[in-house]
């Protein structure tokens, strides 16, 4: 069982940045892939922003956001980032960290198994 709260959201104003973070409990966390998603007001679905696996070799970036968001990962703090820069009124969305036992997260892969509860950003002048 993984447990994932997420902070650092608020509100921004465009050109901005911010830097969110996951804090992880449970066994074994060094051993999942773990993500970022965002959800934004008018959609159904979460859209995958960035993801990095187990063994921090392999990242990927949703087109939205490459060149502008970095994931990290601190497996002794038990700790994922989203360092978020030159954000735009697009990025407003609640931000949901994940974590799954697949080796990365893609969009073509299963949902994954842990969640937690979002962090708002909204990005305004």
């Known amino acids: 069982q993984v447990q994932l709260v997420e902070s650092g959201g608020g509100l921004v104003q465009p050109g901005g940045s911010l830097r969110l973070s996951c804090a992880a409990s449970?066994?074994?966390?060094?051993?999942?892939?773990t993500a970022w998603f965002r959800q934004a007001p008018e959609r159904s679905v979460r859209e995958l922003v960035a993801?990095?696996?187990?063994?921090?070799?392999?990242?990927y970036y949703g087109d939205s956001v490459k060149g502008r968001f970095t994931i990290s990962r601190d497996n002794a703090r038990n700790t994922v980032y989203l360092q978020m820069n030159n954000l735009k009124p697009e990025d407003t969305a609640v931000y949901y960290c994940?974590?799954?036992?697949?080796?990365?997260?893609?969009?073509?892969?299963?949902?994954?198994?842990?969640w937690g509860q979002g962090t708002q950003v909204t990005v305004s002048s």
């Open positions: 449970g066994r074994s966390f060094s051993s999942y892939a």
């Open positions: 994940a974590a799954d036992g697949a080796a990365i997260i893609v969009p073509t892969t299963a949902v994954p198994r842990y």
């Open positions: 993801s990095i696996s187990a063994s921090l070799r392999i990242k």
